[in-house]
């Protein structure tokens, strides 16, 4: 049972604002596209595994996707987490193609492909620090749950490799199609039921309310000055801002492409990339529109969060 489903990251959303909002000559667009492309190529990993996840009898596991939580004053992020009363299970996805080589000997994850060598953090000590953190904010709770990870590796036609010695590796680090196997010998493992139905719904609830979304400061990140991001309504068609208001809708300026809802992007652009709140003022300066009436009725049509009232009333996205 999916508890938690997987959106898509903020971070991805704001990356193709920005791409959006910038001028299309700006020096940063290649950083910023690499870095959505491997942003892209991470969550595209991590979808795959819904399908395998889809052939297993899992109606004994509550699914947690995406899960980001905080212990001890530290986040830490789980791709999924699959729980029982009996364990759980941390799988972390890793979307690397070429030969993995992992040498215990001397602390390295090599990746070799036709182009060249690289080195990466070892994913068997993110791992073990995300047993270990999500351990601690359970006990933090009341709850002592045998905690299980593995690294599931999504493209197939990786070759995953390790030195003498190492080869213990591969019991924690396998293929997508191997999962099935890999949760049934955990099932055979953990036969003896650790918390009682009462703290496993405590416990799930927890979870979801725990539940803490990176918000992205992709501007910043990227070193690029609020002014260099253009404000208006978008055009799909165009691809400038060339949207104007107008009766029951938006209109291109220049193909006359009318959207009912163009200035819906707009909102959220502005919320991923300027600030995390939006008020009236700040919706009419970045929109181009006059009446705060108007600005009102977008606001309220965009599907947002909201706190306040009337002129004090901040408007935020649903899924922060």
């Not at 996707?65 to 941390?90: G, H, P, T, V, W």
């Not at 997508?176 to 949760?183: G, Q």
């Not at 691809?239 to 107008?246: A, L, R, V």
């Amino acid at each position: 049972m999916i508890v938690k489903k997987r959106t898509m990251p903020l971070h991805i959303r704001a990356n193709r604002a920005l791409l959006r909002r910038l001028d299309p000559n700006h020096m940063k667009k290649p950083i910023i596209e690499e870095d959505l492309a491997k942003r892209k190529a991470g969550y595209d990993g991590e979808r795959s595994i819904d399908y395998y996840l889809s052939k297993m009898p899992t109606s004994q596991f509550y699914i947690f996707q995406d899960l980001r939580l905080e212990a001890n004053s530290f986040y830490f992020q789980m791709d999924i987490l699959l729980l029982s009363k009996s364990f759980a299970l941390i799988i972390e996805i890793k979307n690397i193609s070429g030969t993995l080589y992992f040498d215990t000997l001397s602390k390295q994850f090599i990746r070799r492909t036709m182009e060249k060598e690289e080195g990466f953090r070892d994913p068997l000590i993110q791992l073990q620090e995300q047993k270990e953190q999500f351990s601690n904010w359970m006990q933090e709770r009341g709850c002592n749950l045998p905690v299980e990870g593995i690294i599931a590796i999504s493209n197939p036609s990786t070759i995953i490799t390790a030195s003498k010695g190492s080869e213990f590796i591969f019991d924690f680090v396998l293929h997508f199609d191997h999962l099935k196997n890999k949760i049934n010998e955990l099932e055979k493992k953990h036969t003896t039921t650790a918390i009682s139905a009462s703290q496993f719904f405590d416990l799930n609830q927890s979870l979801l309310h725990s539940h803490i979304p990176l918000f992205p400061k992709t501007p910043s990140f990227f070193g690029i000055p609020k002014a260099d991001i253009r404000k208006g309504v978008y055009c799909k068609q165009c691809e400038q801002f060339t949207m104007g208001k107008i009766y029951r809708g938006w209109q291109c300026s220049i193909c006359k492409l009318k959207d009912q809802e163009a200035y819906k992007q707009a909102i959220e652009d502005y919320l991923l990339l300027i600030e995390p709140v939006i008020t009236n003022k700040m919706c009419r300066d970045f929109l181009g529109i006059e009446k705060p009436m108007t600005a009102s009725r977008l606001l309220m049509n965009s599907n947002l969060a909201f706190e306040g009232e009337h002129k004090s009333r901040v408007y935020y996205l649903k899924d922060f």
